[in-house]
């Protein structure tokens, strides 16, 4: 445990940071599962709202820092080319 006031808050905020970061995530990855749920029963319409939701969900979790801008852009890609299949 840290001793001076200053590491104490330090500690504090991390924690903070941490479990507001985990929440994000986890709405994310809950997210991408009910797309991934309805691309498989092949919903193109039902598909295509939850892929624009996880475009601001990525979006905004690369804005804050918590996934890299990189793999953010290549989750959308691959996720709008498994939309694309199931249209066609």
Do not use: G, W
């Amino acid at each position: 445990m840290p001793q001076r006031r200053t590491a104490i808050k330090d500690l504090r905020r991390n924690r903070k940071r941490h479990l507001h970061n985990l929440d994000i995530k986890t709405d994310l990855r809950k997210t991408i599962k009910k797309f991934l749920t309805l691309v498989s029963a092949k919903s193109a319409t039902e598909a295509q709202s939850a892929l624009k939701l996880i475009y601001k969900k990525l979006d905004k979790a690369a804005k804050r820092h918590i996934l890299h801008d990189n793999t953010a852009s290549r989750r959308k890609a691959r996720f709008s080319k498994l939309v694309k299949s199931i249209a066609s």
